[in-house]
Protein backbone atom coordinates (compact mmCIF):
# COMPACT_ATOMS: atom_id res chain seq x y z
CA UNK A 1 0.00 0.00 0.00
CA UNK A 2 0.98 3.72 -0.97
CA UNK A 3 -0.14 6.61 0.97
CA UNK A 4 -0.03 10.08 -1.24
CA UNK A 5 2.01 8.28 -4.19
CA UNK A 6 1.60 8.73 -7.71
CA UNK A 7 3.05 6.10 -9.57
CA UNK A 8 2.20 7.73 -13.10
CA UNK A 9 0.00 4.95 -14.66
CA UNK A 10 -1.01 5.53 -17.91
CA UNK A 11 -4.04 3.57 -18.90
CA UNK A 12 -5.85 1.75 -22.02
CA UNK A 13 -9.37 0.99 -22.07
CA UNK A 14 -9.12 -1.89 -24.25
CA UNK A 15 -11.15 -4.13 -22.12
CA UNK A 16 -15.28 -3.95 -23.00
CA UNK A 17 -16.30 -4.30 -19.44
CA UNK A 18 -14.56 -0.90 -18.40
CA UNK A 19 -17.09 0.96 -21.34
CA UNK A 20 -20.49 -0.58 -20.08
CA UNK A 21 -19.21 0.67 -16.32
CA UNK A 22 -18.31 4.10 -17.68
CA UNK A 23 -21.36 4.39 -19.34
CA UNK A 24 -23.27 3.11 -16.26
CA UNK A 25 -21.52 5.42 -14.20
CA UNK A 26 -21.23 8.15 -16.46
CA UNK A 27 -17.86 8.17 -16.29
CA UNK A 28 -15.04 9.59 -18.95
CA UNK A 29 -11.82 8.56 -20.24
CA UNK A 30 -10.26 11.63 -18.90
CA UNK A 31 -11.76 11.30 -15.37
CA UNK A 32 -10.51 7.69 -14.86
CA UNK A 33 -7.02 9.07 -15.70
CA UNK A 34 -7.55 11.21 -12.86
CA UNK A 35 -8.24 8.79 -10.29
CA UNK A 36 -4.90 7.56 -11.08
CA UNK A 37 -3.13 10.80 -11.53
CA UNK A 38 -4.81 12.54 -8.29
CA UNK A 39 -4.45 9.20 -6.09
CA UNK A 40 -4.42 9.43 -2.04
CA UNK A 41 -3.86 5.63 -1.30
CA UNK A 42 -2.55 2.30 -3.60
CA UNK A 43 -3.32 -1.17 -2.56
CA UNK A 44 -1.10 -3.70 -4.80
CA UNK A 45 -3.14 -6.97 -5.80
CA UNK A 46 -2.48 -10.33 -7.23
CA UNK A 47 1.02 -10.02 -6.26
CA UNK A 48 1.61 -6.86 -8.17
CA UNK A 49 -0.85 -7.84 -11.43
CA UNK A 50 -3.72 -5.26 -10.22
CA UNK A 51 -3.61 -2.01 -8.26
CA UNK A 52 -6.74 -0.22 -6.40
CA UNK A 53 -6.22 3.46 -6.90
CA UNK A 54 -7.91 5.88 -4.44
CA UNK A 55 -8.22 9.01 -4.94
CA UNK A 56 -11.02 11.61 -2.78
CA UNK A 57 -14.17 11.08 -3.91
CA UNK A 58 -12.99 8.52 -6.41
CA UNK A 59 -11.69 4.80 -7.04
CA UNK A 60 -10.51 2.77 -9.93
CA UNK A 61 -8.83 -0.77 -10.69
CA UNK A 62 -6.08 -1.41 -13.17
CA UNK A 63 -4.83 -4.97 -14.32
CA UNK A 64 -1.53 -5.43 -16.17
CA UNK A 65 -1.50 -7.12 -18.90
CA UNK A 66 1.30 -7.58 -21.46
CA UNK A 67 3.15 -4.79 -20.03
CA UNK A 68 0.49 -2.33 -20.39
CA UNK A 69 -2.10 -1.26 -18.27
CA UNK A 70 -5.65 -1.70 -18.79
CA UNK A 71 -8.51 -0.44 -16.58
CA UNK A 72 -11.04 -2.61 -15.24
CA UNK A 73 -13.31 -0.34 -13.23
CA UNK A 74 -14.27 3.30 -12.22
CA UNK A 75 -16.37 3.90 -9.68
CA UNK A 76 -17.01 7.50 -7.98
CA UNK A 77 -17.52 7.71 -4.03
CA UNK A 78 -21.22 7.46 -4.23
CA UNK A 79 -20.99 4.03 -5.85
CA UNK A 80 -19.61 2.84 -2.82
CA UNK A 81 -21.56 3.73 0.03
CA UNK A 82 -21.09 6.00 3.05
CA UNK A 83 -18.36 4.56 4.28
CA UNK A 84 -15.93 5.43 1.54
CA UNK A 85 -15.10 9.31 3.20
CA UNK A 86 -14.67 8.11 6.33
CA UNK A 87 -12.26 5.80 5.21
CA UNK A 88 -10.12 8.05 3.22
CA UNK A 89 -10.44 10.78 6.41
CA UNK A 90 -8.52 7.83 8.70
CA UNK A 91 -6.30 7.36 5.86
CA UNK A 92 -5.35 10.86 5.83
CA UNK A 93 -4.74 11.12 9.48
CA UNK A 94 -1.98 8.45 8.28
CA UNK A 95 -0.69 10.69 5.75
CA UNK A 96 2.89 10.69 6.21
Do not use: H
Not at 21 to 37: A, F, G, V, W
Not at 52 to 62: C, D, T, Y
Not at 64 to 87: F, H, Q
Amino acid sequence: MSILGNENVPLSLSEFQIFDRMLERNITSDELQEYIDYVLVIFNQWNGKGKLFISEKRASVVMLRDNEWICKTGMRYTDCGENYMAILEVLKRWEK
